[in-house]
């Protein structure tokens, strides 16, 4: 039987090879991307993989191993021990990493990408950090980097392709007396999503997270786009396995026969699928799916992946045919005997009810762990996605019950009566658009209310272009600095005052002790200003009346605009005041690309720290980093999810157009013209595609609000028109390839289709 199969699947007739032609099309287009979407999660992975030598001063095995080392307490060892220092810089609100070494010993362990390590005024630069660095002007960039270019960091050592990265060469001496630099003796080389105690790339719970929700909502409208190709032509499948049936053929030849077809054209399209991956796998390299862009060769699938992809799409594919000829299996006069489906009943909705009342439950009870969380929201989503699929068909009859009560026109009542009468049939077509729509209306609410809620200015536009700089390692429990650098060097200032565009200068110092306050809020200082640098700044407040130095509580992070604030006084001079440490160099500028880079040069080269100096404008920026990586992931949803949908929507429609091409010619043959069998095939689809798709959207919207309230206590915001205009683009290319398959209708149902054979 599987020989009979094979033949009847390839040497059919003209009818036969077009059907597994188009099965195999749309099966390759499924495919394909379901292997971009693999090859993308796999991507995020070794990317992520590819910051694990930036944490080496982080992770506390690395620095407990170099402390133990023989070699740094002198005796003979395998490596020799190294200071190291990651810290992140800033350039017009781009991210630098650096990392400063400093070498004990000439054998050194090796980061990837480095040919050897270096030394004591030797660094190394990212090609796109070294270009960068040429077209710049030395005092804004190239000074940060004192000493000699010894080469070009290698694409092992990059995150991404243009990621801007230093690996430069200092003297132990110079590196151990900055804060955070730690003695190691390896390079580590843990993923930062397998490792606890790293800062740098991407922990694994967000991993899991990010990568979860894309991978569900883009695989699900595949799976329905390849389920909806092996279905075609099931209905002449029928009458001719039905007739086997009648000449003697078991329910189990029968099944072997349809599985092989089914197979045969699956195992084609697989082949074929591997096509438009190869075909998009650069522009996808390009498209920055965690906020960098990929190398081209970090899209790779394994082994295991290419496995299961090739044999559970034909394998999915046989057990399709097997549902779908069910009723031939049963008996030889299923075909012809065929009656009216029962109606669906109304507990397809439960589903969908269960979805939302566990979102509604975590109102009341939420999970305490982020596993917990994970895996409470992603069952309730997936109810909610599985329960609009089932109640789909139960809403599209009654809503044609309803509307064949209250319409006498002939065109109109012949669709919602073929609707009544199977609206499974005819919430199929739709059922991937109003999916997508439901994935795009729940990821848009939730990105957008997040972005709205996390991205406003705290402190307002004025506190944008004001540089600042961090040596408190954080607050103590009173309120006070944790550590501060040295005082001030008389150059430091008078450097800053004389670059163009400068407006002002403001010197943080240690209280030494908390005092209690009460201005805008804050009850307790911890820090001490000069008025007139205070002044000179402005955005942060002034003095009261008569005071030459001011207690100040820590507000230099621009979350509330101080501006009007009025500090009370401190008991110390001016030139007291300027002898202390410093915490914060606050450096207000005219906004200009020159005058805050030259000002960041200048002090980081006087205080550099893990953390360099960056406007308040540009830390805004990198606090809304993770939102903008959910935002793109949600770019990638939508653009993805839609265009599978319309191929799962023009395949249902023509499929149903050849499943009925004999009815249609025998109504034209009685007299029914032409336009009105298209106005039946056009009804046919729109009235539950604009229905459920309402239903959709609305139960997408309330997952998102129910979804916000409960994780993050956030209301979702009003959604902006470019998210009505995507609905409407949408929607209005759903009725366009409708229109696409109208031409068919005219020479699917001429006279000789309705002739008896």
Not at 11 to 16: H, L, V, Y
Not at 181 to 194: E, F, G, H, T
Not at 532 to 553: H, K, N, S
């Amino acid at each position: 039987m599987i020989r009979l199969g094979l033949r009847l699947a390839v040497s059919g007739g003209r009818e036969a090879l077009a059907r597994l032609a188009v099965t195999a099309a749309a099966v390759a287009i499924g495919v394909g991307l379901l292997l971009t979407t693999l090859a993308a999660v796999n991507a995020v992975h070794t990317q992520n993989t590819r910051y694990a030598w930036f944490n080496t001063g982080f992770t506390s095995a690395v620095r407990e191993a170099a402390g133990e080392s023989p070699a740094a307490s002198g005796a003979t060892g395998p490596v020799d021990p190294m200071w190291w220092l990651t810290r992140r810089d800033t350039f017009q609100g781009r991210e630098i990493g650096r990392v400063d070494v400093a070498l004990t010993g000439p054998r050194a362990a090796l980061p990837p990408g480095v040919p050897r390590m270096p030394a004591a005024g030797e660094y190394y630069l990212s090609p796109a950090l070294a270009e960068l660095v040429d077209r710049t002007p030395a005092a804004q960039l190239g000074d940060r980097f004192p000493g000699q270019r010894i080469g070009i960091l290698g694409k092992d050592a990059l995150p991404a392709p243009d990621s801007l990265v230093a690996l430069v060469g200092r003297s132990p001496e110079d590196l151990r007396a900055l804060p955070g630099a730690a003695l190691v003796d390896q390079v580590a080389a843990v993923s930062p999503d397998r490792c606890d105690d790293c800062v740098v790339g991407i922990k694994s719970s967000g991993t899991e997270l990010i990568l979860t929700v894309a991978t569900g909502a883009l695989v699900f409208p595949v799976l329905i786009l390849i389920g909806t190709a092996t279905r075609l032509t099931a209905t002449q499948r029928e009458r001719r396995f039905a007739a086997m049936r009648l000449v003697g053929a078991t329910p189990r030849q029968v099944s072997v026969v349809s599985a092989v077809e089914a197979t045969a054209a699956a195992a084609a399209g697989v082949l074929l699928g591997f096509l438009p991956f190869l075909a998009v796998r650069g522009r996808v390299a390009e498209m920055s799916l965690s906020g960098d862009r990929f190398f081209t060769s970090d899209l790779a699938l394994t082994p295991w992946q290419i496995a299961a992809v090739a044999v559970g799409v034909p394998a999915a594919a046989a057990v399709a045919a097997r549902i779908a000829l069910r009723r031939v299996r049963i008996s030889p006069l299923g075909v012809s005997r065929r009656v009216t489906p029962k109606p669906p009943r109304a507990w397809r909705v439960v589903p969908l009810v269960a979805g939302l009342a566990e979102l509604v439950l975590f109102l009341l009870w939420h999970p305490s762990t982020v596993q917990g969380q994970t895996r409470g929201y992603l069952s309730a989503f997936g109810l909610i996605m599985l329960g609009l699929v089932l109640s789909g068909p139960w809403l599209t009859g009654r809503a044609a019950a309803l509307l064949a009560r209250r319409t006498q026109r002939p065109a109109t009542l012949i669709a919602v009566r073929r609707l009544a009468d199977n609206p499974t049939a005819g919430f199929r077509a739709v059922s991937g658009l109003v999916l997508a729509l439901l994935v795009m209306s729940a990821t848009i609410g939730i990105i957008g209310t997040m972005t709205a809620e996390r991205g406003r200015p705290p402190g307002g536009p004025q506190y944008e272009h004001v540089l600042t700089n961090f040596l408190s390692n954080g607050y103590s429990d009173e309120g006070g600095p944790v550590s501060a650098g040295r005082p001030a060097p008389p150059e430091l200032l008078a450097g800053l005052h004389a670059l163009p565009g400068v407006t002002g200068t403001l010197l943080v110092h240690p209280a030494g002790r908390t005092v209690p306050i009460q201005v805008d809020g804050e009850t307790r200082a911890g820090e001490v200003a000069d008025c007139r640098e205070l002044a000179a700044v402005r955005v942060f407040g002034r003095c009261a009346p008569g005071a030459e130095t001011a207690y100040v509580a820590s507000v230099w992070s621009g979350f509330r605009d101080n501006s009007g604030s009025v500090w009370p006084a401190a008991p110390y001079s001016a030139a007291r005041a300027a002898a202390l440490p410093v915490v914060n160099v606050i450096v207000a500028t005219d906004g200009s690309q020159a005058a805050v880079e030259r000002a960041r040069t200048l002090v980081d080269t006087a205080y550099p720290a893990i953390r360099q100096s960056m406007t308040l404008a540009e830390g805004m920026r990198l606090s809304e980093s993770e939102l903008r990586g959910y935002q793109q992931l949600a770019n990638v949803v939508i653009l993805a999810t839609f265009p599978i949908a319309g191929c799962s929507l023009a395949v249902s429609v023509a499929a149903a157009l050849g499943e009925r091409k004999r009815p249609f010619s025998l109504l034209r043959l009685t007299g029914v013209p032409l336009g009105m069998l298209r106005r039946v095939v056009v009804l046919e689809s729109a009235v539950p595609l604009v229905l459920v798709s309402a239903v959709a959207i609305g139960v997408g919207l309330l997952a998102a609000d129910l979804f916000l309230r409960s994780q993050l206590r956030y209301s979702l915001h009003a959604l902006g028109g470019g998210y009505y205009l995507t609905v409407a683009a949408g929607l209005a290319a759903a009725l366009a390839i409708i229109g696409s398959t109208l031409p068919l209708l005219r020479r699917i149902t001429g006279p000789e289709t309705a002739r008896n054979e």
